[in-house]
């Protein structure tokens, strides 16, 4: 069965540093893997994604993801946090039944 | 594009009522929504897929005549609480397949924050 770990709970960054959460996924052939983000209160909002083609993914808000089958990893970075970052960030893997596994999520926390 | 719309954005109802909270599809038809239940802190949990005019399919250990969904059009969604107890209080978040699109994308909707009292 298909399965996201996102081994990290809680990172806390400084604004201004960079950022990077981490994705495992679990799937038997090519997977359609996601990122998403959730403010508080708030729904879910597309950050990336990545379907095939090249395996450095472009993201809004200054988002990129890296695929990398041999690590079956798709972690998410960011160069520059902005105070705005703060959220929950999910990531998500497409199932054979059209249906995404979410990962546990990681919340950042932005200081000043 | 690809907008989805949840109403109410949050409601307070006493237990033993039933509460439904609708999820539109703005701007593109979907074949297929689906409908997740999120407790503080944590993950979303799939409850049930829908696909227009045919049952919903609901996910194992979530009651299905607790939790009522129709889609009985490409645009709209429902889902209903029925007798409601204060454990249904939870955020309800839809999202919706476009049948034209990337099979596995889904559009979120902004979430439904339930508190039954």
């Known amino acids: 069965a298909q399965s996201v770990t996102q081994p990290d709970i809680h990172i806390t960054v400084s604004e201004g540093a960079s950022l990077e959460l981490r994705c495992n996924y679990s799937?038997?052939?090519?997977?359609?893997l996601f990122w998403y983000v959730q403010s508080p209160g708030q729904g879910l909002q597309l950050l990336l994604k990545y379907f095939s083609g090249d395996t450095l993914v472009q993201g809004i808000k200054g988002f990129e993801a890296e695929f990398k089958r041999s690590q079956s990893s798709f972690n998410l970075r960011k160069p520059s946090v902005h105070w705005s970052d703060a959220a929950e960030y999910f990531c998500?893997?497409?199932?054979?039944?059209?249906?995404?596994?979410f990962g546990a999520g990681t919340t950042v926390t932005v200081r000043a | 594009g690809a907008v989805v719309s949840q109403h109410p954005s949050w409601v307070i109802c006493k237990s033993g009522t039933s509460v439904k909270i609708e999820c539109r599809s703005l701007?593109?038809?979907?074949?297929?929504m689906f409908w997740y239940r999120q407790f503080p802190k944590q993950s979303l949990m799939l409850m049930a897929t829908s696909n227009e005019g045919s049952k919903a399919t609901y996910e194992q250990g979530v009651e299905k005549d607790k939790f009522l969904i129709n889609h009985a059009s490409l645009t709209l969604s429902t889902l209903t609480v029925t007798s409601a107890h204060p454990e249904d209080s939870s955020f309800y978040i839809c999202s919706a397949r476009d049948g034209t699109g990337v099979i596995y994308e889904q559009y979120f909707g902004p979430g439904t924050r339930l508190t039954v009292t």
């Open positions: 998500a893997v497409g199932t054979n039944d059209y249906k995404l596994s």
């Open positions: 799937y038997g052939a090519t997977p359609y």
């Open positions: 701007d593109f038809q979907a074949t297929t």
